[in-house]
């Protein structure tokens, strides 16, 4: 299928669903509708949304193809065909020679490298930059990421915006506790009148951040007739399958995670009084509770570079309908789509000047939700603890001739600042 022509195809039909829901819109402004209008409106809202949702799979899927593609071309462009060809088969015979239990132990995975491909890819890096930033330039290519930690690494970030917005990750060997330095409270100066008065002021209070290594995994199991066909892409096939499964419920604790036992979720992260209500008996957000919202944020960290949103789909299918004029009913649309998100150098669509990433763990829009968060993603802390190890049994499925695979990785996260960001709770009057 050709995923250009098709996505334009759906765009077209998007536009005419637009006019005619435009249309209907235009005739009964000013009036109560009836039972029939709404329903029609109701549809051809409810077929936006649709077309919306098919859309960014499509470009969801032709942008991890597009990067995979490219990041093969600025290897091969670096190390040679030759190089990189034997490399390949070298790291696909190891691989499936481990999965038949051919070598013993476990085996580990490291995506540092493959994020760090991505980050700078998306940057607009050219062969040469990434080779010298993301690799260990030795003399084997074999150093670069291999395709099993690429395949793990882009579907634990695939559908989930917190593991795609410009988080401040670090990587560590081990596991042991993390502490960061976390500012609670500012110093105050006092005022000095004259001469000769004594000089106060109150002193800055300090907490401390600490990140720990929650540990996550994922049991696959797998016919023995599947590893030993060498027409299977194992390596594919086991990055697909434990890298979603490990980055949904990861991308799960970012986002809502108490803190207790498990990562601290940046939404969760956000309480007490600075948030934006929505007020009245308005569930959706308003164009002034999104500006409320953007500017209560410090300038420091509204405009550091790192600054966007974050939101569920269904809301953000909600907000990019939203106009400039007259309470957000006319005008120019307040969302701009962007044209290059997910390719070099490309950006994710905008909101009021600002990124908007979208993560399905975010609450629905509905009363006393917390639909909407804005802030600076660089205060948000995420850290993995080692590689992701993967283990191999075959007693489990010794009677069924299967074999299974375990995946294991360890993760934390936590805001270290919580004025660097603020949300919009939706409350009904």
């Not at 696959?220 to 990055?239: C, P, Q, R, T, W």
């Not at 498990?262 to 009084?273: D, E, H, N, R, T």
């Amino acid at each position: 299928m050709d995923v250009r022509a098709h996505v334009i195809a759906l765009n077209g039909q998007r536009l005419n669903v637009v006019e005619q829901l435009r249309a209907e819109l235009d005739a009964t402004a000013g009036r109560e509708r009836n039972q029939e209008e709404a329903t029609k409106i109701a549809r051809l809202d409810a077929r936006i949304d649709e077309i919306d949702a098919e859309i960014r799979e499509f470009v969801q899927r032709e942008t991890r193809e597009r990067e995979a593609a490219t990041l093969r071309e600025q290897t091969l462009s670096v190390f040679g065909d030759a190089v990189v060809q034997r490399a390949t088969l070298q790291g696909d015979a190891y691989l499936r020679a481990w999965t038949r239990g051919e070598i013993a132990g476990d085996l580990l995975v490291d995506i540092r490298g493959a994020a760090r491909e991505r980050d700078l890819m998306r940057q607009g890096a050219t062969a040469d930059e990434i080779r010298v930033t993301a690799w260990d330039t030795g003399s084997s290519a074999s150093l670069v990421p291999t395709t099993l930690a690429r395949t793990l690494y882009e579907y634990m970030e695939a559908s989930n915006g917190i593991l795609r917005a410009p988080t401040t990750t670090l990587y560590t060997n081990s596991g042991e506790p993390m502490d960061f330095p976390k500012l609670g409270a500012h110093a105050i100066a006092t005022q000095v009148s004259g001469q000769g008065t004594t000089l106060a002021g109150t002193d800055p209070t300090y907490l401390k951040m600490t990140l720990n290594s929650y540990k996550y995994g994922e049991l696959v199991k797998v016919a023995n007739e599947v590893l030993s066909d060498a027409g299977i892409d194992i390596a594919s096939f086991l990055g697909k399958d434990m890298g979603r499964a490990l980055g949904r419920k990861i991308a799960t604790d970012f986002v809502t995670g108490s803190g207790s036992g498990k990562p601290q979720g940046l939404a969760a992260a956000i309480v007490g009084s600075g948030t934006i209500v929505t007020g009245g008996s308005l569930i959706t957000p308003t164009v002034e509770k999104l500006i409320d919202c953007m500017y209560s944020v410090a300038d420091v960290y509204r405009d550091g570079g790192s600054a966007g949103w974050l939101m569920k789909d269904s809301v953000a299918g909600t907000l990019r309908k939203i106009r400039d004029g007259a309470g957000g009913t006319i005008g120019a649309f307040l969302w701009q789509p962007s044209l290059t998100q997910g390719i070099a150098g490309g950006r994710p669509d905008t909101l009021l000047g600002h990124p908007v990433y979208v993560d399905s763990n975010m609450d629905a829009s509905g009363s006393a939700k917390k639909s909407v968060v804005f802030g600076d993603f660089s205060a948000f802390y995420v850290r993995y603890s080692g590689p992701t190890a993967i283990e191999r049994s075959t007693e489990a499925g010794f009677s069924t001739d299967e074999t299974f695979f375990r995946a294991k990785l360890r993760a934390d996260s936590d805001l270290i600042d919580t004025t660097a960001f603020n949300a919009i709770v939706e409350v009904v009057a």
